[in-house]
């Protein structure tokens, strides 16, 4: 029967709990890392070293906890034990339950002589699927902690995993159990408040429901009073207490699962979680948080050079200075949804989620994220490495919004240009079957540190560039298979892949994952390919003479900021139309963007 109706047990081992990025993650040995909170608090300060209130305050609070409030202690030995026998005792019998259904069919096809027809096999492995997805869902509930985090890429992989699981998990991206709220104030008023304040002198307003609750921490929406600079409305992050060692501990628990089914797996997730447990400290460390904010956004602010400002495709909100400690964060607040919960608040107010408008935004949210990453990850090298459905927001006015720096990720220089050169070589190749670029592409993949199996074929390198880079690909050289869980994948020729690129890796399949589910056709590789050259350029120092040479006011640059003013004049006349007529506009546009898409893919397959 078709093997895209049915996971392999390798593939279904993996699903359940050791999914989580899909490959390996780990810190380049590049730029000097962040290593404590006291140098992120230097780095912090230094920065605004000219205002006394960019200070930090609170952070050594004394502070007590209200009455009638107690902090939660962390899990004794004997809880880390229950724990971990609740995990064990629900996480193998859905990886048996596989294995049980794969051999239960092959006796019946080879034994029995029973051959099930594609469709026969479609509903049993739906009921599988679907028993597989509720008890997942259950213990996830059960646990929350760190296993959150696996139901987060899972739910944003409907390309990848079956809707059965993409369905029950969609819930955990933003919306967990949250801590009391009594609870919360208690840890803002410990971390920030003087000995002598109330909670009322810095916050006029506090909603008692959280925007959304994590597996680290909730977000509150607040007012400043007039003493801390208000009135103004900001976001209040707040970590849950005693969460560290649980979640340490649920990584402890990934590790051994991955350990245990490290021969059957397509990929070493042990390295995974053993990455991901070195990593985990930082974003319990919301000084370093904020310093990654400013750092993504003064990156993309201006061009490569420095020499001209630029415009940022979607919204990063902002640390408020002095109210900055390591386990609560004052920040901008994004009036919106998170994109986990997009389609429902469309429906709620009536508009298609499939309508022309629907689609655009599509197209507009692709362009950004894919411009962000790009930029981040090509010319600084230092990126958001945590982008999920709940941390991309879609703002009221129609913005898009990202938010939760505390994961983020700093690649070597080196990497970074020979992983532009990649970038170049896929956006420039003269077709899809040329020998001289496949194999031009395949050199650069295994000069990024690619490793491929002894008995990989000579195009495995070059396929697993094209398919994680470039979704535009019909038919990948080797005769791979496009498909992940494919035994024929060529993600299953991988023995190991960069440590400095993994969480480029994640980027790239949560941008593939959505245009996937937007049925956009996107390649990463042609939209970052002009950002690839100016970093490049920018390398070799081509920039710097064109620095020199620039005086005045541009002509190019007053086109530019006339097609930014238009373009913005133009989006605000279509939200303003009657609905009927901005239906039919939308669609007009839309028609128009595809055309072009399947032009230029045209174009590509007869080079």
Known sequence: YSSNMRFSSYS?????????????????????????????????????????????????????????????????????????????????????????????????????????????CEVIWDEQHEAGAEKLSSTITELKGFYVKTAQIIASRADLFPKQYTEKLSGFTDNLDPMPVELAKAVVSQELLRKDEKFEDMFIEFDEVPLGSASIAQVHRAVLSEKYGGPREVAVKIQRPAIEPKLLGDIANLKQLAKTLRESLPLDYYTVFSELETQLTDEFDFVKEAVAMDRIYNGLARSIDGSEETEIPLVIPRPVPGLICRRVLVMDFLKGVPLSRAREEMLKKGIDPDSPESKLFGRKLLRALTYVFGRSILETGFFHADPHPGNIFVLDDGRIGLIDFGQVKQISGRRRETFSKVMLALANREGDGNAEDLKKIGNLALELGVELNDDAKPEAACAVAMWLWDGTVDNLPGGYDKGELSPNS??????????????VGRSSILIKGLSSRLNIPWSLAKEWGPIAQNALDYSAGKFATETKEKSGVRFRDVVRLTKRWGKAKATAAVTKLPSPLRTRVAAAIVKVQERRARKALVVNKNK
């Open 490 to 503: 060529p993600v299953k020729e991988l023995k190991s892949f960069p440590q400095d690129l993994v969480l």
């Open 12 to 120: 279904l081992a993996a699903l359940s709990f050791t999914a989580v990025t899909g490959i390996a993650r780990a810190f380049s040995p590049g730029p000097p890392r962040i290593t404590s909170a006291a140098t992120a608090r230097a780095i912090y300060e230094e920065a605004g070293a000219a205002s006394t209130s960019r200070r930090l305050v609170g952070c050594n609070s004394v502070q007590q906890p209200p009455e009638g409030v107690e902090f939660p202690a962390p899990l004794s030995k004997a809880d880390r034990l229950k724990r971990a026998a609740t995990f064990w005792g629900n996480a193998l019998p859905i990886v048996a339950s596989y294995f049980g259904k794969n051999a239960e069919i092959q006796i019946r096809e080879r034994l029995l002589g029973q051959c099930l027809n594609d469709e026969e």
